[in-house]
């Protein structure tokens, strides 16, 4: 199986500028999962869609969105970019490691890259 | 409110020593989920184990070993004999059940290097 994909890998944009990252689970998987990470705050989460709808969400101002589609693809939004944002986005897409539902891990994709100017 | 602890922020040791990388965690959840993943200089976060409150067993894969303890909140990590391609960064993690266990609460890492 393709593991998780992340497009763009690098992104450099500039203050109050808005980014769009993708993310592909891998096939079979419903739930997708998106990470912030920086040097100061270290990894975060910041929300968690499964089958189109957001179940959970981190603790993240409203300029940053996300949606999933019918095929599990999803989607982060982040509008009026501020310097802090500079991160490795990292999405992860969940599903069994063994036979039993509770055996469900998160697998990682390469991440975004994303510098703000 | 749930917490994970890595002490150790950096540690180099020569290649073929055993290392062991410490996790503490706190949590009000009686059931549980423990994670570490392995962070190469590439980024991605490689899956290593996961380990479920309801079982202590501890687990050996090749030259990795998972001690977790309850009455301690610990689930610490060996690498025996390491290898230089064991340089990275080391994520433990844990995620809740109260929550649906699927966000994941990160410690912040531990940097292993290990030098030829």
């Known amino acids: 199986k393709a593991g998780v994909t992340q497009t763009p890998r690098y992104l450099i944009k500039t203050r109050g500028q808005q980014v769009t990252l993708s993310c592909s689970p891998i096939s079979g998987h419903r739930s997708v999962s998106w990470y912030q990470q920086t040097p100061g705050q270290g990894l975060q989460f910041l929300f968690e869609?499964?089958?189109?709808?957001?179940?959970n969400k981190g603790n993240f101002p409203g300029r940053f969105s996300g949606r999933q589609f019918s095929n599990s693809r999803s989607e982060m939004n982040v509008s009026t970019l501020e310097l802090g944002d500079s991160a490795l986005y990292l999405c992860?897409?969940?599903?069994?490691?063994?036979?039993?539902?509770?055996?469900?891990?998160?697998?990682f994709g390469p991440g975004t890259r994303l510098l703000v100017l | 409110a749930q917490k994970v602890t890595q002490a150790q922020t950096e540690i180099s040791v020569v290649e073929k020593e055993d290392v062991t990388l410490d996790c503490v965690y706190e949590t009000r959840d009686t059931t549980y989920y423990l994670f570490w993943y392995k962070q190469p200089p590439s980024g991605e976060l490689v899956f290593l184990i996961r380990?479920?409150?309801?079982?202590?067993q501890n687990e050996i894969s090749g030259r990795y070993s998972w001690n977790f303890q309850k009455s301690t909140s610990s689930f610490n990590f060996t690498i025996t004999a390491s290898q230089v391609v064991d340089s990275a960064v080391y994520f433990c993690?844990?995620?809740?059940?109260?929550?649906?266990?699927?966000?994941?609460?990160f410690g912040t890492g531990t940097r292993l290097t290990v030098i030829p």
């Open positions: 993690a844990l995620s809740e059940a109260v929550t649906g266990a699927n966000n994941l609460f």
């Open positions: 992860a897409s969940r599903g069994r490691t063994g036979g039993a539902r509770y055996q469900e891990t998160q697998y």
């Open positions: 380990r479920n409150s309801f079982d202590e």
């Open positions: 869609y499964f089958s189109e709808t957001q179940r």
